[in-house]
C-alpha cells in the first residue's frame, strides 16, 4: 500500500482488477466486487474508483446505494441516469453527475446511446450517514479547463461553480496540450488520486499512460503532457 508520506505512486493499467461481463468491460482501480487486494482498498477516503466501458442499449439495471458519494466522470458517449427520488436525466462526454445516496436510493445507469460510453465512476466515504439522498448533474466545456485545473464537483462551500458532494474532497479536471505542465499540490493529512483519461503524462519525469492510476501523497508534483491529455484528480481527506 502506498504510505501518505510517499510522494506518488503509479498504477498501471494492466495491474488494476478486472471484470468484463460482455456489456460491461471495467476495471477497478481499488477492491471492488470480485477483486480484492488489500493494498488496494482505499486511499484516504476515497474508495473506489472503476474505469467501466458500457456496449451499447445496455448498462445497471435498478440498484440500491447508501452512505456513499458517488460522482461518474463521462469520457466518451454518455449514460443516461433514473432514481427513486424520480431523477431523470443524460450526462454526455466530459460532464459530470454526482449522486449523494445519503440514507437510501436506488437508481439505474444505461447507455441508450448506439456507441460504447467510456466512463470513471469514483465512490468517495461521505463525512456522515444518513440524510436524505440527492442527484445532480452539470456540462463542464473542456475548453474551460483547458491548462488550468476545474473544480468538477465539491464538498467545500466556497466552490460554488462546482457540484456539491458531502465529503471533504474535490473532484477537478484538466486538460493539458503535449509539453505543457500543470502543477499540483496535496496539502498535510490529504490524499490525491489521478488518472489521465486520455493520453501519456510524465509525473516529475515519471511516465503514466492513459487509464494508469497515480496515488498521491503529501507535497507538489509537476504533471507535464507528453501527448494531448484530460487528466480527473480527486483530492481528498
Not at 456489456?23 to 486511499?43: C, E, I, P, T, V
Amino acid at each position: 500500500m502506498t504510505d501518505i508520506k510517499t510522494k506518488f505512486e503509479i498504477r498501471p493499467f494492466e495491474t488494476l482488477g478486472a471484470a468484463n461481463l460482455g456489456w460491461l468491460d471495467a476495471h477497478h482501480h481499488f477492491s471492488f466486487g470480485s477483486y480484492h487486494d488489500a493494498a488496494r482498498m482505499d486511499w484516504g477516503a476515497i474508495r473506489v474508483w472503476n474505469d467501466d466501458v458500457i456496449a451499447p442499449q445496455s448498462g445497471f439495471p435498478p440498484h440500491p446505494h447508501a452512505d456513499m458519494e458517488i460522482i461518474t466522470y463521462v469520457r466518451t458517449g454518455a449514460i443516461t441516469h433514473k432514481d427513486s427520488l424520480g431523477n431523470e436525466g443524460r450526462t454526455a462526454a466530459g460532464d459530470v453527475q454526482v449522486m449523494s445516496a445519503g440514507s437510501g436510493i436506488r437508481h439505474a445507469e444505461y447507455n441508450l446511446e448506439n456507441e460504447p460510453t467510456t466512463l470513471f465512476q469514483i465512490w468517495i466515504i461521505p463525512n456522515r450517514t444518513g440524510g436524505a439522498p440527492s442527484w445532480g448533474a452539470k456540462p463542464f466545456p473542456k475548453g474551460e479547463r483547458s491548462g488550468a485545473w476545474q473544480i468538477l464537483a465539491s464538498g467545500f462551500d466556497e466552490d460554488n461553480d462546482a457540484l456539491p458532494i458531502r465529503t471533504d474532497a474535490r473532484v477537478l479536471g484538466a486538460t493539458i496540450k503535449a509539453g505543457d505542465s500543470l502543477e499540483y499540490a496535496v496539502g498535510a493529512k490529504r490524499h490525491a488520486y489521478m488518472v489521465a483519461a486520455t493520453g501519456a503524462i510524465e509525473i516529475d519525469g515519471q511516465r503514466a499512460n492513459a487509464r494508469d492510476g497515480v496515488a498521491i501523497g503529501e507535497g507538489k508534483v509537476m504533471i507535464t503532457a507528453m501527448e494531448d491529455a484530460e487528466i480527473v484528480l480527486v483530492d481528498s481527506r
